[in-house]
């Protein structure tokens, strides 16, 4: 059973920084791309930032580029999305995700709010 959980999420300043986590189970972690995506209130989901499966080939949105690092550790089954510069518009409920034969994985995500 393929299971996500984010963690790190939490109450953070204009200007600041944090590290999200997630940790799979249940499936080769290592055989495939992880992304992490948010969803503000009233927004549609947005996406955030993918790492290919060799921790290589990121792709960011344009919203973080520069800003964010996501990052991946195979050995602990861990994805991890780095956010500095911290803007309001940041704030959301931020899931990792990734995909089996064409079905999406999301964890409950871990919320981010930026507040000044």
């Known amino acids: 059973q393929v299971e996500l959980k984010e963690s790190g999420g939490g109450l953070a300043q204009i200007g600041g920084s944090l590290r999200l986590s997630c940790v799979a189970s249940g499936f080769p972690f290592s055989s495939y791309d992880m992304a992490w995506l948010r969803k503000a209130p009233g927004l549609e989901q947005e996406f955030v930032a993918r790492?290919?499966?060799?921790?290589?080939?990121?792709l960011y949105a344009d919203s973080v580029r520069g800003r964010a690092t996501i990052s991946r550790d195979n050995s602990k089954n861990m994805v991890y999305l780095q956010v500095n510069n911290l803007l309001v518009d940041d704030t959301a409920v931020y899931y990792c995700k990734m995909n089996i034969h064409l079905r999406d994985y999301w964890g409950q995500g871990t919320q981010v709010t930026v507040s000044s």
């Open positions: 790492v290919g499966k060799n921790g290589d080939n990121t």
